[in-house]
């Protein structure tokens, strides 16, 4: 992780803001509208398609010697970063998102969540979305730009109490790069990656890569990024950030137990089925065994303990991560069969990673906490499979009988990156195109030295 960025989040252990949502007289009169959450699960019997050719998504700028007029070697003037129309206003201890396509709004933040709520009067232009709502005789008054990185504002405003202003850093999906000429040097990796997903003729597969470490300008690359195959147990890293979010609100505290019941037992990956219960298990422990073992009796009592699915699902929606839902509990079969089913995509997959690293959705602490879990993960015959031996990773593996995924953290010093290869079809041979990939990766990143042995 970068200095500037130790910096900036380092902010967010300051404790976090808490902006009461106490219901006042109705003083201002704005209509607020319920909208829709996130997407909803795909329907009975439809399967993940991949794009019908793979295609690449190089980010922001120009690679030289593209045949756009730059010759190789000459640096290409950096395009100016495109809008996004939804973005979200990270500030300690919430996020304030914005959909200027839709004119919707979501406050979510330790001290409460306005749901999904209506703009009418949202006036967007020069790629800055502004306006205002009240909820519940709160008012919030915001002024957003549209492109990551950016700074924006929100002002919470309630009778007889001091104007609130929270500034943050504006977070889209992707984040454009810090430097664009940097950047471009990444974009070869699209075509290598391009051709591996194209060779996977039994597996659609869909990539991202974000570079974390500054060497390559933050950029961001994807090919099929928006493939959106069953989640399996990546899913369970959502199920995580929303506790330790809980965790730096104070609302909950990682020693405190929670009783395990012989009802809650289910089979497939972890470690809990084995033991004898009932017995209380600590909030630490679950989180742990949930990323090391992918614990599927953690990660259903920790989806009971945190509410059911709506709360993960509205972490996602606060992160305009629309290709993501939380729709049933680990080995619901019942629930499968009935077409609900848990999704996301591998541009969602870095987009949540990013906002980890970056200090975005979570403290310092418990940024450092997640990761240090992934580091245990257990389950390495993927990710830690395709590369040399020592190579320092943190990563959480997906698998179902029609999806193999392995998303994390290359975590090689000066050269940070957050990745998400995810495929549908066979899991054996998904095993593989998923470690194609991480070689691939690994090979841009860290060339082989001439006269090398390859692993």
Aim: proline share 8%; aromatic share 6%.
């Amino acid at each position: 992780m970068r200095k500037s960025d130790k910096r900036r989040s380092s902010s967010l252990l300051g404790g976090s803001v808490r902006v009461p949502l106490k219901v006042l007289s109705a003083a201002v009169a704005l209509a607020v509208l319920a909208t829709t959450g996130p997407a909803t699960a795909d329907g009975p019997g439809r399967a993940p398609v991949a794009d019908p050719a793979p295609t690449t998504t190089p980010g922001y700028g120009v690679e030289p010697g593209d045949g756009q007029g730059h010759e190789p070697g000459v640096d290409p003037t950096p395009e100016r970063p495109p809008t996004s129309e939804v973005s979200w206003l990270s500030f300690p201890g919430g996020v304030f998102a914005v959909d200027s396509l839709g004119h919707t709004v979501r406050y979510r933040a330790c001290d409460g969540d306005t749901g999904r709520v209506a703009d009418p009067g949202m006036r967007v232009a020069a790629g800055v979305a502004s306006g205002a709502v009240v909820v519940g005789g709160t008012a919030y008054r915001y002024r957003v730009p549209l492109v990551g990185r950016s700074e924006g504002t929100l002002e919470v405003i309630q009778r007889h109490r001091p104007l609130m202003t929270l500034t943050g850093v504006v977070v889209t999906s992707p984040q454009p790069p810090t430097d664009p000429v940097a950047g471009a040097q990444l974009f070869p990796l699209s075509g290598q990656l391009a051709r591996v997903v194209a060779d996977a003729s039994l597996n659609p597969a869909g990539v991202t890569v974000r570079d974390l470490s500054g060497r390559y300008g933050d950029q961001q690359i994807a090919v099929n990024g928006s493939l959106r195959p069953k989640a399996a147990s990546v899913i369970k890293l959502w199920i995580l950030v929303e506790l330790l979010r809980r965790v730096d609100c104070g609302q909950v505290a990682l020693d405190d137990g929670v009783l395990v019941t012989p009802e809650d037992v289910v089979g497939g990956t972890g470690q809990l089925q084995f033991e004898t219960f009932p017995q209380v298990v600590t909030l630490h422990r679950l989180a742990q065994y949930l990323i090391k073992y992918s614990d599927n009796v953690a990660a259903n009592v920790l989806i009971t303990y945190l509410g059911g699915f709506s709360p993960v699902n509205a972490l996602i929606d606060s992160m305009n991560q629309r290709s993501t839902i939380l729709a049933r509990r680990m080995l619901d079969s019942a629930a499968a069969q009935r077409g609900e089913e848990n999704y996301t995509s591998p541009d969602d997959v870095v987009s949540l990673l990013g906002a980890v690293w970056d200090g975005e959705i979570l403290t310092p602490a418990s940024r450092d906490l997640m990761i240090g879990f992934m580091r245990e993960q257990t389950l390495n015959t993927k990710i830690p499979a395709a590369l040399p031996l020592g190579v320092p990773v943190a990563h959480k593996t997906g698998d179902l009988p029609d999806a193999s995924h392995d998303v994390g953290y290359y975590l090689i010093p000066g050269t940070e990156t957050a990745v998400a290869f995810l495929t549908a079809g066979p899991m054996a041979t998904g095993d593989e195109t998923v470690r194609r990939m991480a070689r691939t990766v690994y090979d841009f990143l860290v060339p082989p030295v001439d006269g090398a042995v390859e692993e």
